[in-house]
């Protein structure tokens, strides 16, 4: 059995009501209407209406080091909405998941988010989520994405999607004009159906870095959107019944896992940033070092250096060194 982690947010509502916004087709929709939406196979579907559902959590957090929410969904008291139309529904799926099904093509499910009183308005987090698709309750037929949105208020906010069909995945930024694709690519690791892929998202700023399975695929900056919520983005493209099973929703303080490699013949690692700190160690060819921050000038990157408690400093440089996630996403620091 899972372990479970609810944080409730500092606003401390007392709302009784979990409402759902819905965007529904290709192009920009206002927010939810009252009236529950027909079917549609046209890209510029009906919005679905929104929908009051009484939440039940009761559950007490217990604190977890640097995590701000968390559920895997076993306990149906922690309050995510339960609604069914007539082409989608959402809810909880036993034993283990939350889902959405959408069972029209070329429509977009409502986006589903943390329910009061835990949600809260985040910024600079790093975010976790796994997925998969249910292959039982899908059809073999046509494409769909889904994944995480993120930063949202209302119709305004990014969204990380994979296909796993298509292999693609998809960052997008919604605003009342519509979606516009800020990245997209492919990656042969997402898995095709009934496994989970783990998306993470961190957000710094305005520099969003974005993770399949923990292999980086692309970083975006865009200084629009600074805070907001995070929810559960599902698109049927061409699919007629396309079914998702959300396992846990992990949001934490940002965290960023960095690890580096050299390829040059020998680089000093100096006792400040800057060239006329003295040499402390020698890094050469496939040596691994983890950085934990930036200079003020963001031109040396501050590391650990093995056999000694004091850190040092190594230029940046992209001809002799790779990194496995955004430098930029790493903390300023002085000498």
Request: with cysteine.
């Amino acid at each position: 059995m899972k372990s479970q982690i609810i944080y409730r947010s500092k606003w401390g509502m007392s709302m009784a009501l979990i409402i759902i916004f819905a965007i529904v087709g290709c192009a920009g929709q206002e927010q939810a209407s009252t009236v529950p939406p027909a079917a549609s196979s046209t890209a510029a579907a009906s919005s679905p209406p929104a929908v009051s559902v009484e939440s039940t959590a009761t559950s007490q957090p217990t604190p977890v080091k640097n995590v701000l929410y968390q559920d895997n969904f076993t306990n149906e008291a922690t309050g995510w909405s339960k609604a069914e139309f007539d082409n989608y529904f959402i809810g909880y799926h036993e034993p283990e998941y939350y889902h959405v099904e959408i069972t029209s093509p070329n429509s977009r499910a409502p986006i589903v988010g943390i329910p009061e009183p835990e949600q809260h308005s985040y910024g600079d987090v790093t975010i976790e989520l796994q997925v998969l698709i249910a292959s039982g309750r899908t059809s073999p037929e046509g494409d769909f994405r889904y994944g995480l949105a993120f930063r949202r208020s209302g119709d305004q906010y990014y969204a990380f999607t994979i296909s796993p069909r298509a292999k693609k995945w998809y960052v997008f930024k919604s605003s009342p004009n519509g979606l516009v694709p800020l990245q997209e690519g492919t990656d042969d690791s997402i898995h095709d159906g009934d496994v989970d892929d783990l998306l993470r998202v961190n957000a710094q700023g305005p520099n969003f870095s974005f993770q399949i399975n923990n292999r980086l695929v692309t970083e975006v900056t865009d200084a629009d959107y600074t805070s907001g919520e995070v929810g559960f983005y599902v698109e049927s493209i061409d699919s007629p019944n396309t079914h998702i099973h959300f396992d846990t929703l992990t949001i934490r303080n940002l965290e960023v896992s960095l690890l580096c490699n050299f390829n040059a013949t020998s680089l000093y690692v100096r006792s400040g940033p800057g060239g006329g700190y003295t040499p402390i160690a020698v890094l050469s060819t496939g040596d691994t070092v983890e950085p934990f921050g930036l200079s003020a000038d963001r031109k040396w990157i501050k590391i650990k250096v093995k056999g000694s408690e004091d850190p040092g400093w190594v230029f940046i440089s992209e001809s002799f060194m790779s990194c496995n996630a955004p430098v930029d996403l790493l903390p300023t620091f002085s000498p």
